[in-house]
């Protein structure tokens, strides 16, 4: 394959500068230039620093043998293995119930303790220096795990391998080159242990819009660091130049990105299709579709992960606690709703979300988890199955969070990924320019990361997208700004005599549709105005323009507004643009506007 001008200019680089900065937007080749690099100076000796086990695994295989791959926390691990007596073979991650019984503290103080304890292991200080009960607390966890008395965990042994390899007490490799991948998701222990390693020369490379990790602490390396060079990666070998617009719409309006992302791919064929939703809740919602259809699925992450905490819930709520053994902290609550009450105090997302799916399914969880094992391992051993044969009918089913590095012909975006306008509000703006002016200001990077993982779930498409998620209305409209803006004043509006602030992009989509609802009747509007489209109200919309209804009857039928129905049969692709265009002025002229009228122009 012949290198692009960009991706000659980074190799050239190489040889000319000790800190290189690349910034790489999704599918333009970035291991690849890497791997280019890594070969063109094979006298070198290189570490390549994976940001997971799964890209650790990949690169081993593709790189030459003068390179090192390995991940941060692999490296880590080694080393503490090595050089501590710390007992690394059984560790765990801490939630705000362990914290309290351990230290005796209500939840809210082991809340704000396990905060502070991260945010220690995520940032280069020496020490927790308040004396509050909170801060306290974080410092004895990371004493009781030094000395035994808690088990250690991942964030744990990483800041301690920091302070040892700072303070030069442990030993270390000299490296000529060392290449940091995923810089994006960077937080400050890692960039402080890369910038610690012996290394001649050391490459930054990312794409700053795939930063999905702040709620782990990840602070953003490439924004961070200081670089002799800095270069692009801005063509894309993955999509074609519909989903590079679409990337770009995004990127531009609520991002802040000036660079565009370039694409001269042209494939329309389909033969592979992802779905990409916000939460696991919507993953077993289509697994319960697929088995319900017979038709095949393969979740990405194991199922085991997937549906641990669902289960163990469910074993909660039936009272059988032995049987809970992977979410130990599960068996502190007596009932469901002191489990949904300590949820809604930490407000634990992934624990609320996992009770809705336990509540609307009951036992079908543990048949839906068997099937999923059955077509995950059918995968893992395709080739000897012929599994492999049955590609076009495969469904892979994953979250954003987990979608990073695939990519597959068509996809569809779910619709549970927070709408845009919510977004702004929580952030506290009141129109798009507001939030555009405030974003290198913004403190509430988590929130900012929501942009970020539909962005990761748009680029996973390399020919086709199925546009589910309301936030393609946004990035459809040649009036986006406007289109907003008008979203976040009416959602203001309904909700202006609420005294009790709503965290919109976090609160329970049914819970938040009813609210909506009711404030609508309340404003004499139409009951389902500006509210998320129900996949069995798109099935409706369909059908009722199929068969030739007037587009005012259509949305009188659907509780909604003509504009509504006109944007939904957009973005479903049931009409283009001009179509739309049409039956608007249509309706503007208080003529009749139906598909036979689009059959006859």
């Known amino acids: 394959m012949d290198l692009t001008k960009e991706q000659k200019e980074i190799v050239k680089a190489v040889g000319k500068y000790k800190n290189i900065k690349i910034n790489a937007f999704a599918g333009t080749g970035k291991t690849t230039t890497l791997r ?11 570490l390549y620093l994976a940001f997971n086990s799964a890209i650790k695994n990949e690169a081993s295989s593709s790189f030459p043998n003068n390179t090192y791959v390995k991940t941060t926390h692999g490296l880590a691990y080694s080393a503490i293995k090595k050089y501590t007596n710390i007992d690394l073979n059984t560790l765990r991650n801490y939630r705000a119930i362990d914290i309290s019984n351990e230290f005796e503290i209500p939840y809210e103080k082991a809340l704000s303790a396990l905060k502070i304890f991260e945010n220690f292991c995520n940032n280069t200080q020496d020490k927790i220096s308040e004396e ?4 306290k607390t974080a410092k004895k966890m990371f004493e009781h795990m030094l000395i035994g008395v808690l088990k250690p965990t991942h964030s744990f042994y990483l800041k301690y391998y920091y302070l040892l390899i700072s303070k030069e007490q442990i030993p270390q490799y000299q490296y000529d080159i060392i290449m940091l991948d995923e810089a994006q998701d960077t937080n400050e222990v890692t960039l402080g242990i890369f910038n610690c390693l012996n290394s001649k020369i050391k490459i930054y490379v990312g794409d700053r819009h795939q ?13 961070k660091i200081s670089c002799d060079k800095q270069l692009y990666l801005s063509q894309s070998f993955r999509f074609n130049e519909t989903i590079a617009n679409y990337a770009n719409i995004l990127l531009r309006n609520f991002k802040n990105e000036q660079v565009d992302i370039k694409s001269y791919k042209n494939s329309t064929e389909i033969k ?3 779905y990409i939703s916000r939460t696991n809740a919507q993953l077993i919602c289509i697994i319960s579709n697929r088995i319900e259809q017979r038709k095949p699925f393969v979740t990405i992450r194991n199922p085991e992960e997937i549906f641990s905490l669902s289960i163990e819930i469910y074993y909660l709520l039936n009272n059988e606690h032995d049987q809970i053994r992977k979410n130990p902290f599960l068996k502190s609550f007596k009932d469901e709703e002191e489990l949904a009450d300590y949820a809604k105090q930490t407000d634990d997302f992934e624990l609320r979300t996992a009770l809705k799916v336990v509540k609307e399914y009951q036992e079908r969880i543990f048949e839906f988890k068997e099937i999923a094992i059955k077509f995950y391992k059918a995968w893992q051993n395709r080739k000897s199955n012929n599994f492999e ?7 892979f089913l994953t979250t954003a969070h987990t979608a990073k590095g695939l990519e597959w012909d068509s996809v569809i975006v779910a619709d549970d990924f927070p709408n ?7 952030m506290g703006y009141t129109t798009l320019q507001q939030y555009q002016k ?10 900012v990361d929501e942009f970020n993982l539909f962005y990761v779930a748009l680029t996973r498409a390399k020919s086709k997208l199925v546009k589910d998620s309301e936030n393609f209305h946004y990035l459809m409209s040649p009036k986006l700004e406007q289109l907003i803006n008008k979203k976040i004043s009416d959602i203001n509006e309904e909700f202006e005599k609420n005294d009790e602030k709503i965290v919109f992009s976090k609160m329970d989509s049914e819970e938040l549709q009813q609210i909506k609802e009711n404030k609508n009747i309340e404003n004499k509007k139409a009951r389902k105005s500006g509210l998320k489209w129900k996949l069995e109200d798109k099935i409706k919309l369909k059908s009722l ?3 030739n209804l007037n587009i005012n009857i259509i949305a009188s039928k659907l509780e909604r507004t003509p504009s509504a129905i006109l944007g939904e049969l957009l973005k479903s692709e049931i009409i283009n643009k001009e179509e739309q265009n049409t039956l608007y002025r249509l309706l503007k002229n208080n003529q009749k506007a139906s598909k036979s009228v689009l059959n006859q122009t």
């Open 389 to 395: 044969k049955r590609l076009e009918e495969i469904l």
């Open 545 to 547: 323009f199929k068969k």
């Open 132 to 135: 509050d009960t909170e801060h």
């Open 420 to 426: 845009f306008a919510d977004l702004i509000i929580d």
């Open 438 to 447: 405030e974003l290198k200001k913004l403190s509430n990077q988590e929130l």
């Open 211 to 223: 930063q999905i990790y702040s709620f782990r602490g990840s602070k953003n390396a490439l924004d």
């Open 36 to 46: 280019y690099v890594a070969k063109e100076y094979k006298d070198r000796k290189i």
């Open 272 to 274: 592979s299709f992802g």
